[in-house]
């Protein structure tokens, strides 16, 4: 049996320049079509036969957007204060600075910072100013 490695980073060339507020404005405008994966959203206290789940504004405000805001709010920590856990870290390749998280693909999430990293929508990352 083997397992497969799965990452997710982020990264800049820039690193003074990122700035998480400006990713915070832009949850606002985020909307169903800007989320990857539905079903991530699922998880944890909310139950998926859960009646928010049909309107899409409804789930956009209650259930995705502060989900998304905890997340921003991890991978800003995790990038200002470096190590965050075993299978996570910031490094520097010269002028690229990288935050990178994974694992096996089996079982559970890979670490906390990639279920983070993950609802994130890319274009709240670019408005962070990464992947630049």
């Not at 980073?9 to 405008?29: H, I, M, N, Y």
């Not at 800003?76 to 910031?90: L, N, S």
Request: aromatic content about 12%; some cysteine.
């Amino acid at each position: 049996m083997g397992a497969d490695l799965l990452l997710v980073c982020w990264w800049t060339t820039k690193p003074d320049e990122v700035d998480f507020d400006k990713g915070r404005a832009e949850l606002a405008s985020v909307t169903f079509d800007d989320i990857e994966a539905i079903e991530n959203f699922r998880y944890g206290e909310y139950d998926s036969d859960d009646s928010r789940y049909e309107d899409e504004e409804v789930f956009l405000a209650e259930i995705a957007r502060p989900q998304m805001l905890d997340a921003l709010n991890e991978v800003e920590a995790c990038w200002r204060d470096g190590v965050y856990d075993r299978a996570t870290d910031v490094y520097r390749f010269g002028p690229v600075k990288v935050l990178i998280t994974g694992g096996t693909s089996w079982g559970d999430d890979p670490s906390s910072m990639f279920t983070s990293m993950t609802l994130i929508p890319d274009r709240i990352a670019v408005a962070c100013g990464f992947f630049h």
